[in-house]
């Protein structure tokens, strides 16, 4: 199975972390302008640093390089009003998570592990792009990019079976 051009794109900023204090991991940022408008003269949400939640802007960022239209977002749950509704989960799928009665986050789904849980890679994650596991319980819901078909396998037991050490992201993420 081909990962979809997005979720490939995410990969490849695996292990990019945040750089605590006054100086700024410069490829964070660029993903940022680049879900900002930026790129065009525009800066729209005016986050500057990696330091303020970015999983979102990130993966923004991620979608608009790779010529998908994002949510152009700072905020996780945005997505959840962004591309075509999915009835679970997929690989590839942007999938929003409840952080609290009004936050979120987002990632992309990659796979399951054995224990049950969503497997994930996204940003701001412990202050870094990687994969990490999610209790499902936490989904509020899951999307795919608008003008793409729909994938052909939804579902938990659809998902291929991916390493982890079976500790959820809790609400740090």
């Known amino acids: 199975m081909t990962d979809p051009i997005w979720l490939t794109a995410m990969r490849k900023y695996i292990?990019?972390?945040?750089?605590?204090?006054?100086?700024?991991?410069?490829t964070i940022i660029e993903r940022i302008d680049w879900a900002d408008g930026k790129k065009d003269g525009?800066?729209?949400?005016?986050?500057?640093?990696?330091e303020l939640p970015w999983c979102a802007s990130f993966l923004s960022g991620v979608l608009e390089e790779n010529g998908i239209v994002s949510a152009r977002s700072a905020w996780a749950r945005s997505y959840l009003n962004w591309g075509q509704k999915l009835g679970g989960p997929a690989v590839g799928a942007i999938?929003?998570?409840?952080?609290g009665p009004q936050s979120g986050h987002v990632a992309i789904v990659a796979g399951r592990d054995a224990r049950g849980?969503?497997?994930?890679?996204?940003?701001?994650?412990?202050?870094?792009?990687?994969?990490?596991?999610f209790a499902t319980g936490r989904v509020l819901g899951y999307r795919w990019p608008p003008g793409y078909a729909l994938p052909k396998k939804i579902g938990m037991d659809t998902l291929p079976l991916v390493n982890s050490d079976g500790?959820?992201?809790?609400?740090e993420a």
């Open 117 to 133: 849980n969503i497997v994930c890679i996204g940003a701001n994650q412990s202050d870094m792009v990687k994969a990490s596991p």
């Open 167 to 171: 500790k959820v992201s809790g609400n």
């Open 95 to 99: 999938v929003v998570f409840e952080r």
């Open 15 to 26: 292990g990019v972390a945040e750089i605590k204090g006054a100086h700024h991991n410069p």
């Open 42 to 50: 525009k800066q729209l949400q005016g986050i500057k640093d990696d």
